[in-house]
């Protein structure tokens, strides 16, 4: 593939250069070279065994890459004060100042290990009290074990532009590499700034990725009926309605009622399974549960 | 997708089991209101590519009844094929040989005729009189409003009611009831 | 043909019959059997297929027009009202939402199309519209006609 677009390039300038003679490209009609130039491509790309895959090259290889620039603008585009020295030491992790020094390279920062646990510390602390204002402490854990985990902290760091200037010796860097930057760059952000702002960085990034979730698709009890039945304990549940009874679309309607109250209503291909969503419906109006 | 999102789409796409009372009905005038819900038409979720029909399990169907002389005058056609295959079928010739046929046909006359109509009409179930299975029976939930109501019969009256039933005039003592 | 050139005169034999062909057969590659592989069928169904796709840009409009009508009809028919008057109920409140809109509100925020379906019940039975039936206004609706 890379040999055949480079020979179509080649191709392309060779006609132009031709104008002066043929006046080719002036006409508009079939290019009746194309298709045979093409077919010839492909039968030596197909002879060398070519197969078209290219290896990921890190921005950093190329000639015009400024690395001081990158590390400016990246606080920038984010619209935050970074302190520069600081968010150099975030952004080096403590395999490539091994590898440096094993080179033989001067290196005067040990790393970013403390930041990492330090950042973790801050976003951890953080989502567990901007969530507890809303939701009880299991809702509360779940949540937070969703937003701190490695994919997603990752994902965020990826998206503000964390992959190409992390100093690391693997690429493209691993799951766990990037997540530990962006904890470390969460921290290098609240020794530039102040708590507050580091919170609100946080509630943009991290906490925002709950837009579109709804809370049961993060937490769920595993047997919502039981769990209903340890929060309250006087309700029954009632078959309120059922259709299709004797076929394989059956659906049953159930009701938990309590003081001959209805409480929530749940619906299922069972009535077990009815049952146990009636539950989660009763479940997600205690709570709160939007 | 959590699971409550699950059972609100089966519940949403649940399929009904209608039962319907077909004595002294129009079949004509009921077609129009079967369709409705063999093919769902009346749910606002209703989408010609979705599979959103009822069933709908008619009872009597031994005991329509057709408007004005049409059980003399209405005919159904039938050709085999071969020549002089055809055949001419009046109304309650058909429904001497099957009751269900007169309101099968006319279900059947009353939708366009497209790929789904013969699936739409494997969700109707007819039964000549009130002898369904009871497996069919378990599957029902809901019973439609019939359009017309049964008129009773003379005969259906208990004696008692026909005596005490308000007179306008008392026949004279010697007219004689034949 | 006039050419300016001596050397397209003599190059111009016509379009390349691979390019020219191609074309239709990229419109016909998800038919079936030899009307996607021999030219002579091709193009005649390929004409055919650009003739219903004309045709069917119109009638789709008709379809979707067709459609909403039938869940605006299924909606009002739940909550115990006609469709005319239904329409005519909106209009006279002041709700202008076109049947496309409306049809997605009975179809996927039936809450929000029962509030309609409320607002033309309570506006039927202010004004005295031709009902069959006598209309309470449903709760939770206010109109004029209370406050006064």
New interface residues.
């Given amino acids: 593939m890379a040999l055949q677009r480079q020979g179509l390039n080649l191709l392309r300038r060779i006609s132009i250069h031709g104008t002066t003679f043929t006046n080719r490209t002036d006409v508009r009609s079939y290019k009746r070279w194309v298709a045979p130039t093409l077919k010839e491509l492909n039968i030596r790309t197909k002879k060398i065994g070519d197969t078209g895959e290219v290896k990921p090259t890190p921005r950093s290889s190329f000639l015009e890459w400024n690395y001081d620039a990158e590390v400016f603008a990246f606080g920038k585009r984010l619209g935050e004060e970074f302190n520069q020295d600081l968010l150099r030491k975030a952004l080096m992790h403590k395999s490539y100042v091994n590898l440096q020094e094993l080179q033989g390279n001067a290196v005067q920062s040990d790393g970013n290990t403390d930041l990492i646990k330090k950042g973790e510390d801050i976003i951890s602390k953080y989502i567990q009290l901007e969530l507890s204002k809303k939701y009880p402490d299991v809702i509360v854990q779940a949540i937070h074990n969703y937003l701190t985990d490695d994919n997603m902290l990752s994902h965020v760091g990826v998206h503000i532009g964390l992959k190409d200037i992390i100093l690391t010796p693997e690429y493209p860097p691993e799951t766990a590499t990037i997540a530990n930057t962006f904890k470390a760059v969460v921290a290098a952000l609240e020794e530039s700034s102040s708590l507050e702002n580091c919170e609100k960085f946080v509630k943009d990034f991290v906490l925002a990725q709950l837009n579109g979730k709804e809370v049961f698709d993060i937490w769920e009890p595993e047997q919502p009926y039981k769990y209903l039945k340890g929060i309250k304990s006087d309700i029954e549940p009632r078959l309120c309605n059922q259709s299709a009874a004797k076929t394989i679309l059956a659906n049953y309607q159930v009701g938990i009622y309590s003081n001959k109250q209805l409480l929530g209503l749940g619906w299922g291909e069972s009535v077990d399974v009815a049952k146990d969503m009636a539950a989660l419906n009763v479940i997600q109006k205690i709570y709160n549960i939007k | 997708?959590?699971?409550?999102?699950r059972?609100?789409q089966?519940?949403t796409f649940?399929?009904?089991?209608h039962i319907y009372d077909a004595s002294w009905q129009n079949p004509f005038q009921s077609a129009g209101l079967l369709k409705k819900y063999l093919m769902g038409?009346?749910?606002?979720?209703?989408?010609?590519l979705n599979d959103c029909g009822d069933?709908v399990v008619v009872i009597n169907s031994g005991d329509i009844a057709l408007p004005g002389d049409e059980w003399k005058k209405r005919v159904y056609f039938h050709h085999t094929g071969y020549p002089r295959g055809a055949s001419w079928t009046l109304a309650w010739q058909l429904h001497k040989k099957d009751p269900t046929l007169v309101l099968k046909k006319a279900v059947y006359n009353s939708m366009d005729g497209n790929l789904q109509r013969r699936y739409t009409m494997e969700r109707l179930h007819i039964y000549p009189d009130a002898n369904v299975p009871a497996?069919?029976m378990?599957?029902i939930?809901?019973q439609l409003a019939t359009p017309r109501e049964v008129p009773k019969r003379l005969d259906h009256y208990s004696e008692k009611e026909v005596e005490e039933f308000p007179k306008i005039m008392d026949y004279p003592k010697n007219y004689i009831l034949r | 043909m006039v050419f300016t050139t001596a050397v397209n005169f003599i190059r111009s034999r016509g379009p390349d019959e691979f390019w020219r062909k191609r074309k239709i057969f990229k419109l016909a590659a998800h038919f079936q059997g030899r009307k996607r592989n021999c030219y002579s069928i091709t193009i005649r169904y390929v004409h055919r297929a650009l003739v219903y796709a004309t045709k069917g840009r119109k009638l789709k409009k008709v379809d979707m027009a067709n459609l909403w009508e039938q869940r605006i009809l299924s909606g009002c028919e739940q909550h115990g009202v006609t469709y005319p008057l239904f329409k005519e109920s909106l209009s006279r409140s002041g709700v202008m939402l076109n049947r496309k809109t409306l049809a997605d509100l009975a179809c996927w925020e039936p809450q929000s199309f029962k509030a309609l379906t409320d607002i033309a019940q309570a506006r039927a039975a202010q004004d005295g519209l031709n009902v069959s039936k006598s209309l309470e206004p449903p709760s939770g609706v206010v109109t004029r006609g209370m406050i006064k």
């Fill in positions: 997708m959590s699971s409550l999102k059972v609100q089966w519940a649940a399929r009904i089991w038409t009346y749910k606002p979720i209703y989408h010609p069933h497996d069919i378990k599957n939930s809901n």
